[in-house]
């Protein structure tokens, strides 16, 4: 049986992007994915696979058409965090840090200046009789981010925790 080289296929998908960087690029995204499933803990939640590894370069294509001279490392660090970071627990989520600091040395993420979508929540959050907590807020705009890049979604987590209020903001 033949196994995908998702390198290979990241390699030509980034290119189509217009990525100037796409080999060391998606050797990198593939290793985060290769390390992620390695080192963080076993989830029903967590895919590591292909599929992931096609969102994160959908959503890196999109960043670059939108951002053109921004650079390239940055659009994948973004990218690598806004599909996986809403889904990782917080343990987990210190780990996938240290690996993407590990393969994106010295990169800093840039603050996203969401704007209007910020100043709604918040006031969606007043008209609620909500605490204005940034994390929530947060978890919001993570909500969004994934409507955006995925068809679906499910909202998990303890009674209590915010999933309906989170839905509803």
Same mark, same amino acid.
Not at 53 to 80: F, S, W
Not at 95 to 118: C, H, K, Q, W
Not at 122 to 149: H, P, W
């Given at each position: ?31 985060? !994915? ?5 080192? %963080? ?5 967590? $895919?590591?696979?292909? @599929?992931? /590894? ?33 889904? !990782? ?5 210190? %780990? ?5 600091? $590990?393969?994106?040395? @010295?990169? /800093? ?61």
């Amino acid at each position: 049986m033949m196994v995908p080289n998702y390198s290979l296929i990241a390699e030509i998908s980034l290119f189509s992007f217009g990525f100037s960087g796409a080999k060391q690029l998606a050797n990198k995204i593939t290793t985060t !994915f290769k390390l992620s499933s390695e080192q %963080l803990s076993s989830q029903d939640h967590y $895919d590591f696979g292909m @599929r992931a /590894v096609k969102t994160v370069i959908a959503v890196a294509g999109n960043l670059k058409r939108e951002k053109p001279n921004m650079d390239e490392r940055q659009i994948v660090l973004r990218a690598l965090r806004d599909v996986n970071v809403p889904k !990782f627990l917080k343990d987990d989520l210190t %780990l996938f840090n240290g690996i993407t600091s $590990d393969l994106f040395p @010295r990169m /800093v993420e840039e603050a996203v200046d969401y704007g209007v979508l910020e100043q709604s929540i918040r006031a969606s959050c007043i008209l609620l009789g909500m605490e204005d907590v940034n994390d929530y807020v947060k978890k919001v705009i993570q909500l969004y981010e994934t409507t955006v890049v995925r068809h679906g979604l499910m909202l998990v987590g303890p009674t209590g925790s915010g999933k309906t209020k989170v839905g509803h903001t």
